[in-house]
């Protein structure tokens, strides 16, 4: 199978290339393109085509140069040159056939003979110099290669130039920068806004050769721009602008980024209010910069005016002018808010005296209140419910007994409502009696009630009002979670009311200096003893100091110093309050919390 035989086509118009492929590809040839005469060289190098098209008017490498490279290596002796020349002068066609171009094609290309032209080329034909034509076809080509080195020449030069003059604003540019960048770190720890402005004005002034610049910031209050004007010979403030003046009303009008020179400045409306002001002279080089603020609302921040006597202000001058006024508002508004910090950071400091000694005032007094004061406020709330609560107790309490003889009457209710009726006055008996039981306990908190009587007292009624009253006053905390397990069938027992109450309550408060997050409150027995236990998940006691637990004075035992848990205070009080109702009570070591289990007679 035979390959479609390959073209080069090197051609600087793409136009003139998508006709050549267009029309080649068609008639079944492999088409390769190259823009330039180096490109073309090094890929007709590579392909080895059968025929290079080639154009004369190429940009660096003419098509002349090209055949010439190309004919200088042997590889190339088979690769048919056809130049593609818009030249139809005699003196052109020879020089393509005597720099090694095989013939030529003229432009432009006839659509409808290009492919017969190119299919007889790689047919066989070749087109020759007559007779006598080399030695005037040489002089040509030579005087056009003097004549394109020449323009090679120039441009090289030209080249050069514009090279050395921006390599000089490239270095004048970085000496700018390295003297602003050395600024803007001078200036990061001044917070005095005229050190600042005297130093960044001072080095604008001297880096663009100004005779008069002068700096204007909006004041606080809006209404009026104030100003410092720097010169060569003093820094001094200068009149206020107000904030209704045409020239800013005109400059806060103006695209952000905007800074105006030259006939720009002079053509604009402000020019002679400028004049007016004294920001430049009628005859001067005049700049404008307005400044925006950098808070969001884009509102006129300020401005630099400068002026100087000739020389008329380069692009990269008023870059730099931009970047000393960037770094001036920036840090102008840093010192502001660097002051308005120190302010606040003394005004906080006051503060913080000031709540350090209500703090201290405040512990003071709560040192000063102590537990009574807290019994005492606690007793005024129990006995201010425990008054509201014992008018309906008291009539509950004498209806439902009338309520019982009324029953007792033969006639009314009818017989076979009766059951119910007695049902329901026996609930109605036992809600007055946990009311009651209630009540007598407010009231036993709040020092109101019978003076340590004995009496018949349920231990499970007594131990859940008791856990509910102290959550209420905070000796149970609200994270402490209880779980109560009454199992004892027998629960009367006689004798007096505070002091199971503060049994109960030495037991909490031991679960809760052990920082324990759940207690089990249990209770079980015969008819004759009745049980409790509280169990806690606190931190583990050491077993040295169980021993000693109910002992009294506990601060004063062996090992009272050392660290971990230790016993319940309250423990001896409950100890000596089990001795008195002949019971006994102990705690046991737990891997984790600890056990206290109380055993006293019901008779």
């Known amino acids: 199978m035979s390959t479609a035989p390959r073209i080069l086509c090197i051609e600087d118009n793409p136009m003139n290339w998508r006709l050549v492929q267009r029309l080649l590809s068609q008639a079944g040839y492999e088409m390769h393109w190259a823009d330039d005469g180096l490109k073309g060289c090094d890929l007709a190098l590579a392909l080895k085509p059968a025929l290079i098209l080639l154009d004369i008017n190429l940009p660096g490498l003419s098509g002349f140069e090209v055949a010439t490279k190309l004919r200088q290596n042997t590889s190339m002796d088979a690769t048919l040159i056809v130049a ?3 030249k139809t002068m005699r003196s052109d066609r020879e020089t393509a056939l005597v720099t090694g171009c095989d013939g030529f094609i003229p432009k432009p290309i006839d659509p409808f003979l290009f492919v017969a032209q ?34 090679q020449l120039k441009e090289a030069q030209e080249g050069n130039r514009k090279l050395l003059a921006a390599q000089s604003e490239l270095e004048q540019r970085s000496h700018h920068l390295s003297r602003l960048l050395s600024l803007s770190k001078e200036i990061i720890p001044i917070v005095n806004d005229g050190d600042i402005l005297f130093r960044v004005l001072g080095q604008l002034q001297e880096e663009l050769h100004l005779d008069r610049l002068r700096a204007y910031r ?36 103006l695209p952000d980024g905007t800074i105006l020179t030259g006939s720009d400045l002079r053509q604009s409306a402000p020019w002679e209010q400028g004049i007016d002001l004294g920001l430049w002279s009628p005859r001067a080089q005049a700049l404008l910069l307005p400044l925006r603020s950098r808070s969001g609302d884009q509102h006129l921040w300020g401005f630099l005016a400068a002026d100087r006597p000739d020389q008329p202000f380069l ?5 730099l002018a931009a970047l000393h006024a960037g770094i001036l508002q920036v840090s102008l508004e840093n010192a502001g808010l660097i002051a308005h910090l120190a302010d606040t950071s003394r005004a906080l400091g006051t503060s913080y005296e000031g709540l350090e000694s209500a703090y201290e005032a405040l512990k ?11 019994r005492t406020a606690l007793g005024t709330l129990f006995m201010s419910m425990a008054q ?6 008291g009539v509950l309490k004498q209806e439902s007994a009338a309520l019982s003889v009324f029953m007792e009457r033969p006639e009314v209710p009818a017989p076979e409502d009766r059951a119910e009726c007695h049902r329901s006055m026996h609930q109605i008996c036992e809600a007055v009696s946990q009311v009651d039981g209630l009540v007598r306990g407010l009231l036993r908190r709040a020092g109101q009630g019978e003076a340590r ?11 859940s009002q008791e856990l509910e009253l102290l959550r209420a006053e905070g000796t149970l905390p609200e994270s402490l979670a209880v779980e109560m397990n009454f199992q004892a069938p027998r629960d009367l027992l006689f004798g007096v009311y505070s002091d199971f109450a503060e049994l109960l309550s030495h037991l909490v408060g031991h679960a809760v200096q052990g920082q324990a997050g759940r207690i089990t409150l249990r209770t079980w027995g015969g008819n004759s003893h009745f049980r409790i236990e509280l169990e806690d998940d606190g931190a583990a006691i050491d077993e040295a100091l169980l021993d000693t637990a109910f002992e009294p004075f506990p601060d004063l035992r062996a090992g009272a110093s050392a660290s971990g848990r230790k016993p319940g205070q309250g423990l001896p009080s409950c100890g000596q309050l089990m001795k008195a109702y002949g019971g006994a009570v102990q705690i046991l070591p737990a891997e984790r ?3 206290v289990r109380i055993s006293f007679p019901m008779e």
């Open 364 to 374: 003071e007094a709560q040192r000063a209140l102590g537990a009574q004061n807290q």
């Open 315 to 319: 692009p990269f001058e008023t870059e």
């Open 218 to 253: 909006v004041h606080g209050s809006g209404t009026y721009f104030e100003g410092l004007e720097k010169t060569p010979d003093h820094f001094a403030e200068t009149t206020v602008i107000p904030s209704t003046h045409p020239l800013i009303i005109w400059a806060n009008g």
């Open 453 to 463: 009587s004995p009496e018949w007292i349920h231990l499970h009624d007594l131990m």
């Open 593 to 595: 919390g600890s056990l």
């Open 388 to 393: 509201r609560l014992q008018s309906p107790v």
């Open 118 to 151: 190119v299919e007889a080329y790689l047919g066989g034909r070749r087109d020759h110099l007559e007779q006598g034509r080399e030695g005037a076809a040489l002089r040509q080509f030579s005087q056009q290669v003097v004549e394109h080195l020449e323009t």
């Open 84 to 86: 593609l020349t818009a």
